[in-house]
Every structure is written in structure tokens, then in C-alpha cells.
């Protein structure tokens, strides 16, 4: 999975599964540009942990929830290199709410950030690889929650759904361009964002019910991605890669 000489653009990689693709992605050779939020903590070290790597690697914070600052992100990755040549799209906002209350206006909010946001950033990115011709990789990080109905998650399960069928139609449109767009589906992954939402215990607990034994882990998700951006995915593309130690299957096994 080499993917030497290559420029990488990673969303939402302060840490996590995007600091996991990164890290993944600058093991394999490619040179990074990480954005988070504006004004995030995380960022400044998940950038010194992809130059501790021997990469070069640009920390850019912006907002990729809005139109103004996805195209505000794009002009200043840009400015810092000549070409971006693999994009990982993963943006993520998810509350839980009971169906009955969720409110509208959070509802509206996940799909902009979750499947909006999306489409502003590979849209401005596929732009630029068809400008400079060359082809390309875009992998967008979707869930296996949106194949997974599950309860209290009525807005981010819609989002990822809709992720997928936007990921394909985009893929249909840029293989002309020789544009690889993929979409990886994680499942329980081990991120400080679980941990917020979930006790330890309760995560290792639950770890242990599924069928894998325990939680992925956010360089899972990036060895996929690295997969996916290198050369060995020439072939690949308009397809979802699920990885999710069998999370989606977690409740057809017999008793045992």
C-alpha cells in the first residue's frame, strides 16, 4: 500500500478516526494536510505526530460544515502545496435523541455537517484533480449505520445512508476522470468521542459482546483508507468496505 509521493487532505483528523487515516497514510509514504475546527486543541499535536514520521504535514483549522468554509480550507491547502492527490472526507457530528424529541433544528444540523459538508468539500476537491488531471482517491468515512436502523440515531443513520448514494453517484460521474470515490463503513471504534458518551467499563464490556471481541481501532479504519488511496485500489471504486470486526452482524449468531 504505497502511496509514496503523495499529497493527502484529511478532515476532521485532530484525532480519532481521521488522525487514524493520517497516521496510517503517512506511514505509507504520502505527505499530510490535517484540518479540524476552528480553534481545536487537538490539532497542533496530531500534526507533530505525522512530523515525528519523517512527513511534512499542514495543520489548517477551518469549518467543513459550511460552504464559505470548505472553500475557505481548499484555497489555504492549496497555497501550502501545488496538488492534492487523496482526500479523506470525514466530518462527524452525531447526538442522540429519541425520535419523538429530537428537534428539528438538530436534525437539519447533522445532515448538513454529516452529508452536506461532504458534498462541498469533495466537490471543491474533485474540481481541482480534474483540473490538473492525473486522477485521484477520494474515500469518504461513512458508518455502518447507514445500513443499521438504530434507535435515538434517526438523523446521523439518514446522513450516512445518504453519504453512500451520494458517494456512488459521484463515483459514477468521475471514473472518466480516473477518480477512485470509496466509502468505508466503521463500526464500534475505540475514539475519545466514544468515551465521552460511554463509561469505560461500559465500553469493555460491550467490547466483549461482539462478535470480534472488542473495539476497532481508529489505525483499523486508516489501513483501509490507505488501501483505498494506493494503487493496489485501481480497480476499486463506487464500492463501501465495511470494518467492523462484524458489528453489523452482532445479533445473528446462535447462543453460545
Not at 514520521?53 to 492549496?78: K, M, N, P, Y
Not at 452525531?94 to 448538513?112: A, G, H, K, N, W
Not at 459514477?172 to 468505508?184: D, G, M, P, S, T
Not at 494506493?230 to 471504486?237: E, G, I, K, M, P
Request: proline share 4%; with cysteine.
Amino acid at each position: 500500500m504505497d502511496v509514496s509521493g503523495k499529497i493527502a487532505l484529511v478532515t476532521g483528523a485532530g484525532r480519532g478516526i481521521g488522525l487514524g487515516c493520517a497516521l496510517e497514510l503517512a506511514r505509507h509514504g504520502a505527505d499530510l494536510i490535517l484540518n479540524d475546527r476552528p480553534g481545536s486543541t487537538d490539532l497542533p499535536a496530531a500534526a507533530e505526530q505525522i512530523r515525528s514520521l519523517g512527513r511534512t504535514c499542514h495543520a489548517i483549522e477551518g469549518d467543513v460544515f459550511s460552504r464559505s468554509g470548505c472553500e475557505q480550507l481548499v484555497a489555504e491547502a492549496l497555497q501550502a502545496v501545488d496538488r492534492i492527490d487523496i482526500f479523506i472526507s470525514n466530518p462527524a457530528f452525531s447526538r442522540r435523541f429519541d425520535f419523538l424529541e429530537f428537534p428539528p433544528e438538530l436534525f437539519e444540523q447533522t445532515i448538513q455537517a454529516t452529508l452536506t459538508g461532504g458534498f462541498h468539500m469533495s466537490q471543491l476537491v474533485a474540481r481541482h484533480m480534474v483540473q490538473r488531471g492525473g486522477g485521484g482517491k477520494i474515500v469518504f468515512i461513512s458508518s455502518v449505520q447507514a445500513e443499521m436502523p438504530i434507535a435515538q440515531c434517526v438523523a446521523y443513520g439518514a446522513a450516512k445512508a445518504g453519504l453512500n448514494h451520494m458517494m456512488r453517484s459521484i463515483a459514477v460521474e468521475l471514473a472518466q476522470h480516473r477518480i477512485n470515490v470509496n466509502a468505508i463503513e466503521p463500526g464500534w471504534i475505540d475514539t475519545p468521542g466514544e468515551h465521552q458518551t460511554f463509561s469505560d467499563e461500559e465500553i469493555r464490556k460491550e467490547g466483549e459482546r461482539l462478535p470480534w471481541g472488542r473495539l476497532g481501532q481508529p489505525t483499523e479504519i486508516g489501513r483501509a483508507a490507505t488501501f483505498l488511496a494506493s494503487d493496489d485500489a485501481d480497480y476499486v471504486t463506487g464500492s463501501v468496505l465495511a470494518v467492523d470486526g462484524c458489528f453489523r452482524y452482532k445479533d445473528c449468531r446462535s447462543e453460545f
